[in-house]
């Protein structure tokens, strides 16, 4: 049973433009999700997080929506840029992670366009 | 701020073979260590979790083990590699209050 859910493998946008990567999950007891970027042959680093009290956050070209409700989320890069061409991975804290850890989704492969 | 040391990059071994990657971290003290695996189209799958020295708990039933022999050592074993464990492994370290950092992965190719 996934936790965490990104629908949509790959994603292409065009430089300049706005790129938009969706998540849901299902465990309600998440309380905190991170946004986690991805080059080939490299781990995984820290890109935006945000807390569930929240539904906005922003860090430059980065906004992270948090839709509670829905329990949905959302990462907006814009403008897009070459450098942003990477997988996406969406992740949650807390019950579902076990002690901290954290659940991840099978990310969404950007694919920025010239 | 943290670093995370991982090795080999790369490993092929083949099948019925032992294993042992380790990760060191530096940077922090006292961290929560984790084994993440990815294989290949699926997402990153925590194996193991590690709160302090010998302490390890497991979230899915495998054919690996981790032990923590120091505070900031995690290392990830097998007896006998199986194809199944081919795979891209990850070790992070985190708390509860902040982000994950990873450690730049090993590919491990089980022949």
């Known amino acids: 049973d996934q936790q965490v859910k990104q629908n949509s493998p790959s994603l292409s946008v065009q430089e300049g433009r706005i790129s938009i990567l969706n998540c849901d999950y299902t465990?309600?007891?998440?309380?905190?999700f991170l946004w986690y970027k991805k080059y080939p042959a490299e781990g995984p680093t820290f890109l935006i997080s945000?807390?569930?009290?929240?539904d906005k956050n922003e860090d430059g070209r980065f906004t992270v929506f948090l839709n509670k409700s829905a329990k949905h989320l959302s990462l907006h890069i814009v403008p897009s840029q070459p450098g942003d061409s990477a997988v996406y991975f969406c992740?949650?804290?807390?019950?579902?992670?076990?002690?901290?850890?954290?659940?991840f989704g099978k990310g969404t492969h950007l694919i920025i366009q010239p | 701020s943290q670093t995370i040391h991982q090795w080999p990059a790369t490993l092929v071994q083949p099948v019925g073979s032992p294993l042992s990657l380790e990760c060191t971290v530096e940077?922090?003290?006292?961290?929560?260590l984790y084994w993440y695996r990815q294989a290949a189209g699926r997402g990153l799958q925590l194996l193991f979790y590690?709160?302090?020295?010998?302490?390890i708990s497991s979230e899915v039933p495998q054919n690996l083990s981790a032990s923590r022999p120091q505070d900031r050592q995690f290392i990830l074993s097998s007896k006998k590699l199986l194809l199944s464990d081919s795979g891209f492994y990850l070790c992070?370290?985190?708390?509860?209050?902040?982000?994950?950092?990873f450690g730049q992965g090993t590919r491990l190719t089980v022949v």
């Open positions: 465990n309600s007891m998440f309380d905190y």
């Open positions: 992740a949650a804290r807390g019950e579902g992670g076990g002690a901290d850890g954290l659940t």
């Open positions: 945000i807390s569930s009290i929240k």
């Open positions: 940077g922090t003290s006292n961290p929560n």
């Open positions: 590690s709160v302090g020295i010998g302490q």
């Open positions: 992070a370290a985190g708390g509860r209050i902040t982000e994950a950092f």
